[in-house]
């Protein structure tokens, strides 16, 4: 359907998009995007803090590093859009909540509930009213203490996190939930990089990536899999230009060729854009059909062996034998597979996979970098594991330039692992924890995402805390996560703006305003700064430039303190002393966590530090003490006749779960949401044209369908049986039991579909 903003009614379009990525478009879009915030001065201001040193604050949005350069404009529209859309002058106050039921905001769109801006104060829903009232900070942690304390067991509450959360706040979360007697941790990493820490922890010994930026400056092959760089992660475009420049080779792996695979303009190169001169940031592109990653990878690792038959050097031998396992049973793997089978599974060539396998082969210094086109399958880890197979055979681990990088979205998802945010924490780690902090951690596995939403449906989980984001519409089976979600005695979301996770509430519920990153903290010791990891483990200071927007609003350790007090009130921890001034955090931190020795002076380098990862020295802590080939077989992924392989990703005017607009710039899209891209043959073969509208059914493992109606048919170069569509409103597709056996990670980028002209019954999409 067309967009409907304010009562206007538009009517959708699509023109596909050949210009450069980044750019001028870019710039329009940012100008234009501003312009409507009515954030002339602030955003100007925002544009010389984001992203710098030396009192500037990280970006809220992705996780991609910071220049390394001294680049004093490293930043990106999507940034710019976050800031800004988190700086604006709207407030979601105590009027718009007299004025409007919950039931009647539920009727909103995504879009209408966050663009009122910024939330005021603690707020409680009021049953007999069905209306959020006001609420004192002291009532609202007595409200949570008391229902905390009266659990049977600890075990009834889930601690949810987002990937927004710092360091500091983070490591008091995990120790307010352990301290309770909880590993009930669940976070966005559940849903998203789950199978990359499982794969690389089984086959390196470390969950985490082994490249960094300086590593990109001069690796001579590039491999993207299952990336849209120039939306998901848009500085990476910087790295993909400079690499094309000096003269490496880049290979997207997409079943859709985004406009981050073609050529951009980097917007802070000033002459290229005054003379509108773009720089290709691919050589290659290969577009496997939905799940055929695993069989491309195999396929190039096939052609590499085949080629040692003749030529030795194709593989580092002696890397192989001196620090790894498995070798042997991968090789006759690989000769058994046949290129007939690697075709019918990727969707490509023998001589596709032969052309990537080359790159590789002639690359003396190869980075293989992924995200969740690559996860959020049902065989996502045995994918990250042959990201390690075929990285491993000609040695590309240990050194310069070389090794595997997985692409994080939010700004610090990979730091709140690292500071204890895991339903699975390692004994090690529990060891330590209970002596610095004096507690006794619980040591039995908590829940993970899913299971938190199975849990809470049955009613054994009764207290759901959602440190940031939007977990009712960021998770999978939308209906079944509401009705769990509702099955709750307590719900509190710790928030910056209204969204629909504060509608979809339990038979108590609060909402707790937050400080933005953008803004400035302020305690007894001063304005605080908060640190976060990107993708590639540098961990940096961020201090927010900006006066609060409410005075009423606590920033997050302050509200994790707050909760802990109320919820243990004869707890030994320092919860007030820690508040007072992060860096007493910072020093706990440093002698619970590997990698934070001296954390207080090492954060306040240039740059930050860098956190140690054993496997990028060789060292790997592994079974065997050696990297370990993995013997996976290879998945089929080729739908069932009749059916497609649907794929839920984000528009890039949208930000996770945050819609800025029902446009898709780079994709040709306007004025619309609700739609399956799809194969042109694939539409005729259901009689279907451009913009005609189906409805689309889900075919769950059990057996059981879900379904969307009236969505709009967009032709596009997607490989036949293969379909396209944003999330989160296709998250209503995703059964909460269709997870990855080998991840628990829901299968988003999966998902058999039927799709039919619809029925016309008058239904409407969602």
Known sequence: MGSDRGGEHREPEFHPYHHPAAGWGAAKSVAGFVLRQGELVDAPRAILKMNHENGGFDCPGCAWPDDTKGLHLDLCENGIKHVT???????????????HTVTELAGWSDFDLEDQGRL????????????????????AFELIGRTLRGLDTPDRAAFYTSGRLGNEATFLYQLLARELGTNNLPDCSNMCHEASGRALRAALGTGKGTVDLKDW????????????????????????????????????????????????????????????????????????????????LRGMAKAVLEEARTDPKALDQEFIER?????????????????????????????????????????DRSIISWCLGVTQHEHGVDTVREIVNLLLLRGNLGREGAGPSPVRGHSNVQGNRTCGIDHRPAAAFLDRLGDVCGITPPREHGLDTVGTIEAMHRGDVTVFVGMGGNFARAAPDTAYTAAALGNCELTVQISTKLNRSHLVHGRDALILPCLGRTEKDHQRGGVQATSVEDSMSMVHLSVGMKRPASPDLRSEPAIIAGMARAALPGSATPWEYYVDDYDRIRDTMSQVLDGFEDFNRRVRLPLGFRIRQPARELVFHTASGRAEFSTAELPDVVPVEGTLALATLRSHDQWNTTIYSDDDRYRGIKNLRTLIFMNSEDMRDRELRQFDEVDITSIA???????????????????RGCA??????????????????????????????????????????G
């Open 120 to 139: 005021t104060e603690p707020l409680r829903y009021d049953r007999e009213t069905d209306r959020y009232v006001p609420i004192s900070w002291e009532d």
């Open 217 to 296: 400056e001069v690796a001579d092959a590039l491999f993207i899999f299952g990336v849209n760089a120039a939306s998901n992660a848009p500085r990476m475009l910087t790295a993909l230009v400079e690499a094309y420049r000096r003269g490496a080779r880049i290979v997207h792996v997409n079943p859709l060729v985004e406009a981050g695979a073609t050529r951009a303009i980097i917007p802070h190169d000033f002459a290229r854009m005054a003379t509108f001169r773009a720089t290709p940031t691919s050589t290659l592109d290969l577009q496997p059909k939905i799940g055929g990653d695993l069989a491309v």
């Open 724 to 765: 396209a569509g944003y999330m989160p409103e296709m998250n209503v597709l995703c059964a909460i039991g269709d997870y990855s056996t080998q991840s628990d990670q829901p299968i988003m980028k999966h998902l058999t579909v039927t799709v039919r002209p619809s029925a016309g019954d008058g239904a409407t999409p």
């Open 85 to 99: 859309w988190e700086m604006t002058r709207k407030r979601a106050g105590r009027e718009l909540f007299a004025a």
């Open 701 to 719: 493992k059990d057996g059981t369908t879900r379904s969307l109606f009236r969505y709009k048919v967009v032709p596009y170069g997607i490989p």
């Open 323 to 363: 620090h790894t396992t498995g070798f042997a049973e991968y090789r006759e793997l690989c000769e058994a597979t046949s290129w007939a089978e690697l075709e019918h599974q990727s969707g490509l060539g023998e001589a596709d996979l032969r052309a990537a396998a080359r790159v590789y082969r002639e690359a």
